[in-house]
Protein backbone atom coordinates (compact mmCIF):
# COMPACT_ATOMS: atom_id res chain seq x y z
CA UNK A 1 0.00 0.00 0.00
CA UNK A 2 1.08 3.62 -0.79
CA UNK A 3 1.30 5.96 1.53
CA UNK A 4 0.52 9.89 0.38
CA UNK A 5 3.32 12.12 0.74
CA UNK A 6 3.24 15.78 2.57
CA UNK A 7 3.44 17.06 -1.59
CA UNK A 8 0.27 15.26 -2.61
CA UNK A 9 -1.99 16.10 0.45
CA UNK A 10 -0.91 19.96 -0.10
CA UNK A 11 -1.65 19.72 -3.91
CA UNK A 12 -5.04 17.59 -3.16
CA UNK A 13 -5.77 20.64 -0.60
CA UNK A 14 -4.72 23.83 -2.83
CA UNK A 15 -7.33 22.03 -5.31
CA UNK A 16 -9.62 21.98 -3.32
CA UNK A 17 -9.50 25.29 -2.15
CA UNK A 18 -9.29 26.84 -5.62
CA UNK A 19 -12.28 24.93 -6.55
CA UNK A 20 -14.39 26.26 -3.49
CA UNK A 21 -13.22 30.15 -4.34
CA UNK A 22 -13.95 29.40 -8.17
CA UNK A 23 -17.42 27.87 -7.45
CA UNK A 24 -18.34 31.07 -5.19
CA UNK A 25 -16.86 33.19 -8.49
CA UNK A 26 -19.31 30.92 -10.25
CA UNK A 27 -21.84 31.17 -8.47
CA UNK A 28 -23.06 35.03 -8.58
CA UNK A 29 -25.87 34.54 -10.62
CA UNK A 30 -28.92 34.02 -8.35
CA UNK A 31 -32.39 32.69 -9.07
CA UNK A 32 -35.49 34.79 -8.05
CA UNK A 33 -37.63 33.47 -5.51
CA UNK A 34 -40.86 33.53 -7.41
CA UNK A 35 -42.91 31.07 -4.32
CA UNK A 36 -44.33 34.10 -2.69
CA UNK A 37 -47.42 35.73 -4.13
CA UNK A 38 -49.97 37.53 -2.40
CA UNK A 39 -53.03 34.87 -3.50
CA UNK A 40 -50.43 32.04 -1.82
CA UNK A 41 -50.66 34.24 1.56
CA UNK A 42 -54.04 34.83 1.66
CA UNK A 43 -54.63 31.17 1.29
CA UNK A 44 -52.09 30.38 4.31
CA UNK A 45 -53.65 32.71 6.99
CA UNK A 46 -57.50 32.85 5.88
CA UNK A 47 -57.32 29.49 7.85
CA UNK A 48 -56.06 30.87 11.07
CA UNK A 49 -57.93 34.19 10.53
CA UNK A 50 -61.27 34.06 8.41
CA UNK A 51 -62.01 37.77 8.78
CA UNK A 52 -59.02 39.01 6.26
CA UNK A 53 -59.37 40.06 2.77
CA UNK A 54 -56.84 40.77 0.21
CA UNK A 55 -55.96 43.74 -0.37
CA UNK A 56 -58.25 46.28 -3.19
CA UNK A 57 -55.57 46.70 -5.88
CA UNK A 58 -57.03 49.91 -6.72
CA UNK A 59 -55.06 52.85 -5.32
CA UNK A 60 -56.43 56.08 -3.88
CA UNK A 61 -54.65 59.14 -5.44
CA UNK A 62 -53.37 59.83 -1.75
CA UNK A 63 -50.80 57.29 -2.00
CA UNK A 64 -47.74 57.79 -3.57
CA UNK A 65 -45.54 54.73 -4.72
CA UNK A 66 -41.68 55.14 -4.97
CA UNK A 67 -40.60 51.72 -6.72
CA UNK A 68 -36.97 50.12 -6.94
CA UNK A 69 -35.73 51.97 -3.75
CA UNK A 70 -32.20 50.40 -3.01
CA UNK A 71 -31.51 49.72 0.69
CA UNK A 72 -28.58 47.15 0.50
CA UNK A 73 -26.25 45.51 -2.04
CA UNK A 74 -23.64 42.17 -1.35
CA UNK A 75 -21.63 41.41 -3.38
CA UNK A 76 -23.74 42.52 -7.11
CA UNK A 77 -26.89 41.51 -6.09
CA UNK A 78 -28.61 44.67 -4.85
CA UNK A 79 -31.78 44.27 -2.84
CA UNK A 80 -34.61 46.67 -3.54
CA UNK A 81 -38.20 47.85 -2.39
CA UNK A 82 -41.27 49.93 -3.04
CA UNK A 83 -42.61 52.17 -0.33
CA UNK A 84 -46.70 53.06 -0.24
CA UNK A 85 -46.91 56.04 1.34
CA UNK A 86 -49.73 58.31 2.19
CA UNK A 87 -49.75 61.95 0.44
CA UNK A 88 -49.90 64.52 2.46
CA UNK A 89 -53.06 66.32 2.25
CA UNK A 90 -52.91 70.01 1.09
Not at 64 to 83: A, C, H, M, P, T
Amino acid sequence: MRSITLKEILQYSLAIIIAICFSGVVAQDFPRDTSYTAQSAYQKYVKDYPEIEPADPALDDQVEIRENINYKNIGNRSFELKDFSQMELR
